[in-house]
């Protein structure tokens, strides 16, 4: 329970967790390089933080933000972690994960929040290298847009989810955005292409995604329904 601490410039490795922060607010952290933790940042009921241009590599969990309300999370570089690079649960961000880079995680991204939440915004985020890109489960509640989702095994994973997806590049990966367990999200003014199996695979042959505006490179989209 403290407020404005600035955590800064430190190095911080064999951790379980790497910075901890417990109902705190208007705490930042800030351009720390963290390495081999179970969670690099923790934030559990917190308010205001601001976590930026921080190097977080080679652990399970990057930034896990549980109920937190009005975070900052931008420019940091975040890799090779086994479970997720970042995870939002039931919180609110201030714009959400913005002008990230993201890479060689098991999942750069993910939202599943258990109950309604006002809309945040996933933008600007490079994310490569991935066996999942983005996740979204469970949810409408956010906006993914002007991100660049790229060379990962799913881009964009959708399941009983309907995100608002806009003006994103998904290039280069297995399948571009994948839809299961009746998702329906709007998929609007992207360019996806040379995507090795879909531009968009949609599980559930009872909805029919919207997309429309999108770009898809030199040849017609590819959609899976099976």
């Known amino acids: 329970n403290v407020s404005n601490t600035n955590i800064s410039n430190n190095k911080i490795t064999d951790s379980f967790y790497g910075v901890w922060l417990n109902q705190s607010s208007n705490a930042t952290i800030y351009k720390n390089t963290l390495l081999s933790y179970t969670t690099g940042v923790y934030c559990y009921y917190d308010v205001n933080t601001i976590i930026n241009e921080n190097k977080i590599s080679n652990g399970q969990t990057g930034i896990y933000c549980y109920y937190t309300t009005g975070d900052a999370i931008r420019r940091n570089t975040i890799s090779y972690n086994t479970r997720y690079g970042a995870k939002s649960y039931n919180s609110t961000l201030k714009n959400c994960f913005n002008w990230n880079y993201f890479s060689n995680n098991t999942i750069s991204y993910s939202y599943d929040p258990s109950q309604p939440l ?17 996740e979204v489960r469970d949810a409408s509640t956010i906006i993914l847009s002007n991100n660049i989702i790229a060379r990962n095994e799913k881009g964009i994973l959708v399941s009983n989810a309907s995100p608002e997806i ?26 996806i292409f040379g995507n090795s199996k879909f531009g968009i695979e949609n599980e559930d042959p009872s909805i029919t995604a919207n997309a429309m505006q999108n770009w898809w490179g030199k040849v017609p989209p590819i959609q899976s329904a099976t």
């Open 166 to 191: 806009k003006e994103n590049y998904v290039r280069v990966n297995e399948d571009g955005i994948f839809l299961e367990n009746g998702s329906n999200p709007v998929i609007n003014k992207n360019n």
């Open 118 to 134: 006002s809309t945040m915004l996933f933008d600007g985020n490079i994310i490569k290298d991935s066996i999942i890109g983005v």
